[in-house]
């Protein structure tokens, strides 16, 4: 028999090792996980945009000295909250190093020509977006209107089904058919996805028309193209990726103009509306009409990073949920009202704000979550979700190991915050999560109550997405105490008024209590997504899983 004392003293170390193993292990239950949330300070948030958003830094533009201060910032609250740095596998920075290349095109060195005699007019009739890996690209080849570009037979739509491509200028308009569903939309209606489609099928070139009541205008692409150029991010391998890059085929993309559309092809209104309101096959051309031109690009390059930093999980700790929100907004500009800097403060130094609050909590938990939680302010969104691209395809760890995106872009926190439209949850089981975590806080959840303007594809979670990573980006809905969709006239005032422009600045127009829920929310979804038994996985319907790797 063992002496007593030497029992109670292996009793004590019995008790002290299950303490030990119980507390790593603990999960926290929705209810005490809720409650563990409301340490969240609103004071804390409204510092770091304070930060982040004041005129200093103006406007947080990558590349520049500025953007390096708020780089810092980040890594210095990372370092405060014990979250270390994974900028590189070496993990021995924050910061994950990248280049990013502007284009822009020389147009006194460039031409287009028009069946060998006539010259078409720069700004006028067309525009060049360049190619981001080559800085002088020379092309001829026959045109042909290929519709919107769309390739999805599975949608019962098919651009292509009975139209050659190969070696030919494809002429496609802008935007997708309404019949598809918003998100998928988006995705087919994307230019790089058209751009990736026409390059599959050995086109030689792609020239884009805004149509009547399609996004954007001629004009205003142009000024923003010819005077800022194009962005791309450089890989490991030297391509540039970004909205300029073609592939192998392709040699180039550009704009051109609608109505110099309908003077050389013989299309008309009429053509144009019964293709979109019916499927009606577009007329091709009256006569064949070919293309030649040639496209001179200067490039410059600079340097630019996302700030990355790892909380280690327990017993799942090689596998990991990846937080990102963006740290860059578009610098200076134009003034109105006497003021050039834009500021940012809602796009996105509030998100930025509240993944640092979410990083916080997650390094006060009572004991380590199941898996390990990366953090990444990135760098380049405005430019094209560039810093983003970078991470999901070059991650410091196992790409595979990703089992979820949880991103924060611009929450809108102009007002308390009582439903909220969980953008990609429906695509996937994160839906039951959020389900949990709105039922503790007393949200409601409302569907996407804007899904033409088809925001899940539009942020940093989307690069996840493509590498078949579930994602969550998490808006605002438009519930108010005396209406269920008071916030709409808002919300849409605010963007009017103050998105990407200098207005965008910490004042009264934010809530901090309702960015204390936020903060919340977001911990919890994430929480409950890294605690869960299984990873997440899209929906069996989902258009998404497609790109599951």
């Known amino acids: 028999m063992i002496p007593l004392r030497k029992n109670v003293y292996l009793i004590f170390c019995f008790g002290i090792l299950l303490f030990t ?3 790593k292990e603990t999960v926290l239950s929705d209810e005490n996980l809720a409650k563990f949330s409301e340490s969240v300070n609103p004071d804390d948030i409204r510092h770091h945009i304070a930060v982040l958003a004041n005129d200093s830094l103006k406007g947080r533009l990558p590349g520049t000295p500025e953007y390096d201060k708020a780089m810092a910032y980040v890594a210095d609250r990372y370092k405060e909250f014990g979250i270390t740095p994974l900028g590189n596998k ?88 309404s019949s598809l569903p918003a998100s998928e939309r ?77 003077k050389l092809s013989g299309l008309t209104s009429e053509n144009w509306k019964d293709y979109i309101e019916n499927g009606t096959a577009l007329d091709q051309l009256s006569k ?37 929100a963006h740290l860059d907004h578009i610098g200076t500009g134009k003034p109105i009202n006497g003021d050039s800097i834009y500021n940012g403060a809602h796009d996105n130094a509030s998100g930025v704000s509240a993944m640092l609050e979410i990083a ?31 991470l999901a395809l070059n991650p410091p760890i196992d790409q595979h190991k990703i089992i979820a995106n949880v991103n924060t872009d611009m929450p809108t926190l102009i007002a308390p915050l009582l439903s909220v439209e969980p953008l990609g949850a429906e695509q996937s089981s994160i839906m039951e999560v959020v389900k949990r975590a709105t039922k503790q806080l007393h949200l409601k959840i409302d569907q996407d109550h804007a899904p033409d303007e088809v925001r899940f594809v539009r942020s940093d979670n989307f690069s996840f997405v493509l590498e078949g990573i579930p994602a969550l980006r998490m808006k605002y ?9 008071g916030l709409d ?10 998105y990407h422009k200098p207005s965008d600045e910490l004042n009264d127009m934010f809530d901090f209590d309702a960015a204390k829920t936020y903060v919340r929310l977001q911990f919890m979804n994430s929480y ?5 038994e299984e990873k997440p996985t899209w929906n069996e319907g989902s258009f998404f899983k497609k790109f599951k790797k």
């Open 21 to 23: 193993s119980c507390k």
């Open 90 to 177: 070496e993990a021995s920075t924050y910061y994950q190093a990248l280049t990013l290349r502007n284009s822009v095109v020389n147009e006194e060195q460039s031409f287009m020509i028009l069946n060998d005699t006539d010259s078409l007019h720069v700004g006028t009739d067309y525009f060049y977006l360049g190619n981001a890996n080559k800085k002088v690209s020379e092309f001829s080849g026959e045109l042909v209107i290929v519709g919107f570009g769309i390739q999805a037979p599975e949608y019962g739509f098919n651009d292509f089904e009975k139209l050659d491509v190969k070696g030919k200028i494809a002429i496609v308009f802008s935007g997708a058919p």
């Open 186 to 262: 988006s995705y087919l209606g994307n230019t790089n996805t058209k751009i990736t489609t026409l390059d599959n099928l050995g086109a030689a070139g792609v020239l884009f028309v805004i149509t009547p009541g399609g996004r954007g205008n001629f004009n205003g692409i142009y000024e923003s193209v010819s005077q800022q150029g194009m962005n791309s991010v450089l890989m490991p391998d030297g391509k540039a990726l970004g909205r300029s890059d073609y592939g192998s085929h392709l040699k180039f993309g550009g704009f051109f103009n609608w109505f110099s559309l309908l």
């Open 288 to 324: 064949t009409i070919s293309l030649k031109g040639k496209i001179a690009a200067t490039f410059k390059e600079f340097e630019s990073a996302n700030v990355v930093g790892l909380l280690e999980g327990g017993e799942l700790k090689d596998e990991y949920i990846v937080h990102t």
């Open 360 to 390: 916080r909590l997650y390094s006060k938990l009572p004991s380590k979550p199941k898996r390990s939680v990366i953090f990444a302010a990135v760098t380049a969104e405005e430019m094209g979700l560039l810093g983003s691209k970078y």
């Open 477 to 485: 809905g438009l519930k108010t105490e005396t209406s269920e969709t």
């Open 489 to 498: 006239s808002i919300i849409k005032t605010f963007t009017e008024q103050h």
């Open 528 to 532: 409950l997504i890294n605690v869960s």
